[in-house]
């Protein structure tokens, strides 16, 4: 289905049946990504996926966006939807977006899933962020392919599994070059740390212990900024652990969001 928010259309997808969860994927990815973890949650679960703007079937405007943008993107697609409250999760960007709502929305989460995603960004990062946006001006997403893979995978992810090396090539292409560039300079000007402590909704924190873009230290940060966030780190797994790990990732956001359903629903103590 395609559902129009903050002023643009975007690609979304619900499995399943329960209380919703809505997943946010990537930079240069799509809601394919998500697969494993939807199926295993479906079975007790809503899960709303959508695509980011820009990115899959979802409209590319041009321009610059904004991390403001891209979660009033995901509030506008609750509001379309009749959807008051919901676990929220998602990935890199998707992560920032996570961040975004726990900090400025925190009425609409049950919880926030954070998986191999930055708090703040450095100059070296935004400065990798605006290059690869010039690479992709001047030759498409296809110049940016085999660097992001190489980026993305832990050691030996190819020869281990080469057909996930096709499933992440195949959504860097399948992403516009205006959203490229226009999520790549939201990335760039990424600002949410020094706000950590005023999270109070149930977090979780998941890392894979080969993500050299949002390493594990980075991940250690978060959970110690954010009181009552949990914290799993996914061995041999780079930044796309969900994909790399998808059993483990599943495992770790199917207990914490069990939890979190569980403290909820706990009657409370006068």
């Not at 079937?57 to 409250?85: C, F, N, Q, R």
């Not at 400065?127 to 498409?140: F, I, M, S, T």
């Not at 110049?143 to 050691?155: C, K, L, N, P, Y």
Request: hydrophobic share 40%; aromatic share 6%; with cysteine.
């Amino acid at each position: 289905m395609h559902i129009e928010s903050n002023g643009s259309t975007f690609h979304c997808r619900i499995d399943g049946h329960g209380p919703w969860v809505m997943l946010s994927h990537g930079l240069a990815t799509d809601l394919t990504m998500w697969d494993e973890l939807t199926e295993s949650l479906q079975d007790r679960y809503s899960v709303l996926r959508y695509d980011a703007r820009g990115h899959g079937e979802s409209a590319a405007p041009g321009g610059d966006y904004t991390l403001d943008m891209l979660v009033a993107d995901a509030v506008g697609i609750l509001d379309a939807l009749g959807i008051e409250k919901c676990h929220f999760g998602g990935l890199s960007m998707g992560g920032m977006v996570t961040l975004g709502l726990l900090l400025d929305h925190p009425s609409r989460l049950r919880s926030g899933i954070i998986a191999d995603s930055r708090h703040t960004t450095r100059p070296d990062f935004t400065e990798a962020w605006l290059a690869r946006a010039e690479e992709v001006r001047r030759g498409g997403v296809e110049a940016i392919v085999e660097s992001t893979i190489s980026r993305w995978s832990s050691a030996g992810l190819a020869e281990r599994r080469p057909a996930i090396i096709g499933r992440m090539a195949a959504m860097i292409r399948r992403t516009s070059d205006h959203g490229y560039r226009g999520c790549a300079a939201a990335l760039a000007r990424l600002n949410y740390g020094h706000r950590l402590g005023e999270i109070d909704v149930p977090t979780l924190l998941v890392c894979g212990s080969e993500d050299h873009g949002a390493p594990p230290e980075n991940t250690r940060q978060m959970n110690a900024a954010i009181k009552g966030s949990r914290f799993v780190e996914i061995e041999q797994a780079g930044h796309i652990s969900n994909i790399e790990q998808p059993r483990i990732f599943s495992d770790a956001v199917v207990d914490f969001l069990s939890e979190a359903d569980r403290t909820s629903a706990a009657p409370r103590v006068a």
